[in-house]
């Protein structure tokens, strides 16, 4: 084994998969999560994006079969959906495109990473703790440790030891405050603005219903002259018998959506949507606005300790529309398990990885 322990910030999707990948060179790998994770399919308080309608491309749910065999028919075992190809619908301004070429699978994001978890959970030496991190520890200006404490419960802090770190906070991660504190350089940010609304709402679905199993209307992908307009509307059968309904709209800031309007914007579309909707609403809509793009270019820093990578939306977060997110979290997994394979200091090369990592970051970055 290359290391000892091996600390994971985040156990999310990006999280979780960085694990996976460290796990098979790690005697230990701990994962520190702030949120309560529930031991079902259920979303948790940091990532209120998984009450809406997550895409999973399929090059994604690939490596994913790879890394834990028999994922997919687990997940349909478990009542996710399977979208062969003949089972998607796609619209431009009503009129139908071809459909995609590939086998889909649709469930909630809860769903999805609850079965990551169960899967990466279950390998031997990993283990998650629910502790919030407060920042870095350093030894010779490389990354040495990461101290934490119980949420909501004294302010004692620990440090766990680790050769290796991984951030996975997720969008709103720590690691530019915790670097100046290391006396590093500021890690450059770059933002974009976009400005997307996200109203989801659920609709009971019969089990027999032979409707195509995922459909999108696209009205435009991106927004009109004025940077408002509707860009979607998608429809996901999804776990538990169960329509999960995302209208994405540019410049709505903050509006209210209610299943009603969901209702009325669907009313104009194909059949699909209408039929969709009919069903009895469970909860009422949630909705979520998606202020800008952003990317923290660490491969950009003259100097970044060594012992620490990032992982995820830590790294960039693209417009959700496109729904490439946890996709790119797949990929920057499997990059960093080539890393580790082929390598026999990671820890104090990290720089090697960050900059391996950089094509699938580009791949996943959109300016809008
Ligand atoms: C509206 C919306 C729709 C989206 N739709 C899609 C889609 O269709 N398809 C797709 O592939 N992607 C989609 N995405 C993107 C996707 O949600 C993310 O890319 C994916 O969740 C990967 O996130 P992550 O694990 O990097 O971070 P997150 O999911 O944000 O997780 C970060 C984790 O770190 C933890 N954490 C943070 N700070 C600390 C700390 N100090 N101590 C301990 N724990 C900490 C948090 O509690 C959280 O669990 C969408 C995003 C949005 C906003």
């Not at 009450?51 to 009542?79: C, I, K, M, S, Y």
């Not at 649709?106 to 990993?126: H, K």
């Not at 529309?321 to 082929?342: E, N, Y």
Request: one cysteine or more; hydrophobic letters at 40%; aromatic letters at 8%.
């Amino acid at each position: 084994m290359t290391f000892g322990t091996v600390c994971v910030i985040g156990a999310s999707v990006a999280g979780l998969l960085a694990a996976r990948a460290l796990a098979d060179h790690a005697r230990r790998v701990v994962l520190l999560e702030r949120d309560v994770l529930a031991a079902g399919p259920v979303g948790h308080t940091s990532v209120p994006q998984g009450r809406h309608g997550h895409f999973l491309q399929p090059n994604a749910l690939e490596q994913l079969e790879d890394w834990f065999p028999g994922f997919t028919d687990d997940a349909v075992a478990r009542g996710a959906v399977p979208a062969p190809p003949g089972h998607h619908r796609l619209y431009m301004n009503s009129e139908p495109m071809a459909d995609w070429d590939a086998t889909l699978l649709t469930a909630s994001r809860p769903f999805l990473e609850q079965r990551i978890r169960s899967r990466v959970t279950g390998i031997a030496g990993v283990e998650v703790r629910h502790v919030v991190a407060t920042g870095l520890r350093y030894r010779d200006k490389a990354v040495a440790g990461v101290a934490h404490r119980t949420p909501g419960g004294p302010a004692t802090e620990r440090v766990l030891e680790a050769d290796l770190t991984v951030d996975a906070m997720g969008r709103g991660t720590s690691l530019v405050r915790w670097l100046e504190q290391g006396g590093f350089p500021a890690l450059p940010v770059q933002w974009v603005p976009v400005g997307i609304g996200y109203t989801t709402a659920l609709f009971r679905r019969s089990p027999d219903d032979l409707s195509p199993t995922i459909s999108c209307a696209l009205d435009q992908f991106t927004p009109g002259v004025d940077g408002r307009g509707l860009a979607a509307v998608a429809v996901y059968a999804i776990e538990g018998d169960l329509w999960q309904v995302v209208g994405m709209a540019y410049g709505r800031d903050r509006e209210d959506a209610t299943v009603k309007d969901l209702r009325g914007l669907c009313a104009g579309l194909p059949d699909i949507f209408r039929k969709a909707t009919a069903g009895e609403p469970v909860g009422g809509a949630e909705t979520y606005f998606y202020t800008d793009n952003r990317r923290r270019r660490v491969a950009d820093l003259e100097r970044f300790p060594a012992g620490l990578v990032d992982i995820g939306d830590a790294v960039a977060t693209s417009n959700p529309i496109h729904g490439i997110g946890m996709a790119s979290a797949v990929k920057q997994a499997s990059v960093l398990a080539d890393f580790l394979a082929g390598n026999s200091d990671p820890a104090g090369r990290t720089a090697d990885f960050l900059r391996m990592r950089e094509a699938v970051v580009d791949e996943a970055w959109t300016d809008g």
